[in-house]
């Protein structure tokens, strides 16, 4: 099967748009606020609540970060307005990492004081390993102000438990997710196995120590554990939520809100789905497998 996925995930650049739009659509909101906001409704009558991504990253002119400042201003009001129960992740290089830290820093404080306003919170999404030191170093410096503001730590890392080590102190509110960029082997974790065992010991540690932790998974063996965790240390629900990828699973999303826990699906929507899907899909190309495999099913009336 890998073979069929890389085979895919090297075709994608050249697959028509349409046909892209078909594989994603599942997966993103749309193209409007709008879009997201119905969803997020229906997520929240279904018991779960929810992350808004606007899509875009790696940009290259500060305009075009300036406006999703602004975009995102507009969701968090959306959000206050309709009575949702979520909250923004953003990318720093959407913010413009890539064009100078200080102009990406203000841009991320900037919607985190407008959240703050709101009552809301602020999740700093972590991108490829040449962002994981600004992205910290921003995050610790927002920490020192306020306390709605979270970022991301991936468990292929090598680094990953030193740096949960480093902000369990603050106790700082992590998703821990496994990671989905293509690093070079001195600096992740090649071996599935190695980067599940690195999870659940960085979970642990999370969790022990008292740290608010989004589990960022969609493997059954990694929730199981997560269970485990919960049950032996008797934790309550508002001290952990699951986070699941909008589209992904829709079956054990239920199970997992059904038994009692906190649920909160990753909800992108923008003009920039394209790019994404393709990003997405060639950094990952399991996924793209994975994709089809589920579109099938769909159309043969497998899944719901």
């Known amino acids: 099967m890998n073979w069929f996925n890389k085979l895919i995930s090297i075709m994608l650049p050249f697959v028509p748009k349409p046909i892209v739009g078909f594989f994603s659509k599942h997966y993103i909101a749309g193209d409007k606020l709008s879009d997201a906001i119905t969803l997020v409704k229906d997520l929240n009558k279904q018991q779960m609540i929810a992350t808004i991504d606007l899509l875009g990253e790696e940009v290259k002119e500060k305009e075009h970060s300036i406006k999703a400042v602004e975009q995102y201003q507009e969701v968090l009001h959306a959000i206050h307005q309709n009575k949702l129960d979520a909250n923004i992740s953003l990318k720093p290089t959407h913010m413009g990492l890539k064009i100078d830290q200080g102009f990406c820093y203000e ?138 990828l909008l589209g992904v699973d829709h079956e054990l999303r239920r199970i997992i809100v059904n038994s009692g826990h906190r649920l909160r699906v990753y909800v992108p929507f923008g003009t920039d789905w394209f790019g994404y899907s393709i990003r997405r899909l060639k950094e990952n190309p399991a996924i793209a497998g994975y994709i089809i495999g589920n579109i099938f099913d769909r159309i043969l009336g497998r899944k719901q």
């Open 107 to 244: 841009n991320i404080r900037t919607l985190v004081v407008a959240a703050h306003k709101l009552n809301n919170f602020v999740r700093i999404d972590m991108e490829d390993s040449t962002c994981i030191d600004d992205t910290i170093e921003m995050y610790l410096q927002l920490r020192k102000k306020f306390d709605n503001v979270g970022t991301v730590l991936q468990s292929y890392m090598r680094r990953f438990i030193n740096d949960i080590n480093m902000l369990i102190p603050l106790k700082a509110n992590l998703r821990i997710c496994k990671g989905i960029y293509n690093e070079k082997r001195e600096i992740a974790y090649k071996d599935k196995s190695i980067i599940n065992y690195n999870f659940n010991y960085g979970m642990e540690r999370l969790l022990r120590n008292g740290c608010y932790i989004g589990i960022a998974t969609h493997d059954e063996k990694l929730v199981w554990n997560a269970l485990r965790l919960i049950d032996l240390l008797q934790l309550k629900p508002d001290q952990y939520e699951f986070q699941m």
